[in-house]
């Protein structure tokens, strides 16, 4: 069993910079495929990152080269850094983990962010 808890979430002007964490419990945080997902009132939830056991990373277009996803597997932590928020950035964002041995999947509860223009 995987727990994901996100923080790092706020009210931030746009133009300015945040850094989400999440941490996860239990072991197999390093094999864990490690994610990052949005979800704004009205609309669908929507993927942001990725970045692989091996730490190779993805992203959606909306965020590239703003959004940078990291992992510290020390510390079973995966982070999101956003610079250059806008105000379509706001929305509650969520860690996801995927196991692809187990072939399960885990998600957080989200954290809150909110862009002010």
């Known amino acids: 069993q995987v727990q994901l808890v996100e923080s790092g979430g706020g009210l931030v002007q746009a133009g300015g910079s945040l850094r989400l964490s999440c941490a996860a419990t239990?072991?197999?945080?390093?094999?864990?495929?490690m994610s990052w997902y949005r979800q704004a009132p009205g609309k669908q939830r929507e993927f942001l990152a990725t970045?692989?056991?091996?730490?190779?990373?993805n992203y959606a277009d909306s965020v590239k080269g703003r959004f940078t996803i990291s992992r510290d597997n020390a510390k079973n932590t995966v982070y999101l850094q956003m610079n250059s928020l806008k105000p379509e950035d706001t929305a509650v964002y969520y860690c996801h983990a995927f196991n692809r041995a187990l072939r399960t999947d885990y998600w957080g509860q989200g954290t809150q962010v909110t862009v002010s223009s």
């Open positions: 239990g072991k197999w945080f390093h094999v864990n495929d």
């Open positions: 970045i692989s056991p091996g730490a190779s990373t």
